[in-house]
C-alpha cells in the first residue's frame, strides 16, 4: 500500500511537472505567432471602432428621424382632438335640431288641427246663416201672404 501511495505521489508531481513544461512551451510559441495576433487584434479593433461610428450616426440619424415622427404624431393627435371637438359640436347641433325639429313638426300639427276645427266651425256657421236666411224667406213669404190675405179680407169686408 505505502508503495502505491508513494506511486501516486510521482505520477501526480509528474503530472505537474509536465503540464508546466507544455506551458511554458505553448507560451514560448505563442511569444512568436504575438505580432500577427497583436495586428488581427488592431485591426479588428479599428474595425469595431469604425462600425461603432458608423452605429453612433445611424442612432442619431434614427433619434433626429423619431423626433420628427414624435412630433408628426403630436400634431396628428391635436388635429384628431381637434376633430373630435367638431364633430361633438356638430353632433350636439344635430341633436339640437332634431329636437327643434319635432317641437315644429308638433306645433305644425297642433296649428292644422286648430285650423281643421275653425274651418269646421266656419262651415257650420255658413250653414246655419243659410238655414236662418231661408226661415227669414219663409217667414217674410208667410208674413206677405198674411199682409195678402189680410188685405183681401179687408177688401172683402168693406
Known sequence: MEYLL???WFIAICGVVAGW???KLGTLLGDRAG???????STEINSLQAKLNVAHKERDIAQSRFGELEQAVAERDQRIQEFETAFEARTE???QTKTD?????????ELRRELVERAEDTVRANVHA????????????S??????ELVATQARDR
Not at 325639429?101 to 300639427?109: D, M, S
Not at 208674413?143 to 195678402?148: Q, Y
Open 93 to 95: 347641433q344635430l341633436d
Open 21 to 23: 513544461v507544455i506551458a
Open 101 to 109: 325639429l319635432k317641437a315644429a313638426v308638433a306645433k305644425t300639427g
Open 130 to 141: 243659410r238655414d236662418v236666411e231661408n226661415e227669414l224667406e219663409l217667414l217674410q213669404g
Open 35 to 41: 505580432p500577427d495576433v497583436t495586428a488581427n487584434y
Open 143 to 148: 208674413g206677405e201672404m198674411l199682409d195678402a
Open 6 to 8: 508513494n506511486q501516486r
